[in-house]
C-alpha cells in the first residue's frame, strides 16, 4: 500500500523514504509504531540539519581577504599605516615582491603564519590557501614601465 500510493510521489528518494516510514508507521495505527515514527523523523532531522549548515557556500577568496586580511594588509593589498608596527608587512600591489615570491611559498605563509603573521591554517572556513594566493596576484598594480 504504502509503495503504490508513494511509487508515482515525484521528490527526492530519501524524502520518500522518510515519508514511507512516517506513513507506514502511523498508518498501522498503534502507539509504539507512532513513537518510533517521530524517532525517525527527530534521527533525520538531526542528520539533515547540521549538513545543510556544513554544506553552506565558503566565502570567496576576495570575501575572506576583505573580512580577515584587510586589517593588516589593507583593502587595496598595501597598509603603509602599519610598517611602524610590521616593518616587515608586504606591500601586495607591489609588482617586484608579488615577481620574487613563488604561490607555493606564499601558500605555505598563510597556511603556517610567517612571523608576525597568523597561521590561518585552522580558520580559512573552506577557502583554499591557493585561491589567497592567486586573490593577491590582482592585487599588483600594473606594470608602469612598459
Ligand atoms: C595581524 C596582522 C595580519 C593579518 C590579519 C594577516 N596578515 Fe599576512 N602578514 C602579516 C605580517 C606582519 C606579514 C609579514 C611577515 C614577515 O615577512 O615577517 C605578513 C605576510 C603575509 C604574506 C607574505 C608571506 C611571505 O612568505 O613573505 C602573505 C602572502 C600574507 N601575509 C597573506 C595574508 C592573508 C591571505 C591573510 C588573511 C587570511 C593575512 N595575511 C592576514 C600580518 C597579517
Wanted: proline residues 5%.
Amino acid at each position: 500500500m504504502c509503495k503504490s500510493l508513494l511509487g508515482g510521489c515525484a521528490g527526492f528518494a530519501w524524502a520518500r523514504k522518510v515519508v514511507a516510514v512516517v506513513y507506514c508507521c502511523i498508518g498501522r495505527g498503534d502507539r509504539d509504531h507512532r513513537w518510533s515514527a517521530f524517532a525517525w523523523v527527530a534521527g533525520a532531522v538531526a542528520l539533515i540539519y547540521p549538513a545543510g549548515l556544513a554544506n553552506a557556500d565558503p566565502p570567496t577568496a576576495e570575501q575572506f581577504y576583505q573580512e580577515q586580511c584587510k586589517r593588516c594588509h589593507g583593502a587595496n593589498g598595501s597598509n603603509p599605516n602599519l610598517y611602524s608596527i610590521f616593518p616587515d608587512l608586504p606591500d601586495f600591489t607591489d609588482r617586484t615582491w608579488q615577481a620574487a615570491h613563488s604561490k607555493a611559498e606564499l601558500k605555505e605563509s598563510i597556511l603556517s603564519g610567517k612571523s608576525r603573521m597568523p597561521a590561518w591554517k585552522d580558520d580559512l572556513d573552506g577557502v583554499k590557501a591557493g585561491d589567497l594566493v592567486d586573490y593577491l596576484r590582482t592585487l599588483a598594480k600594473p606594470d608602469q614601465t612598459k
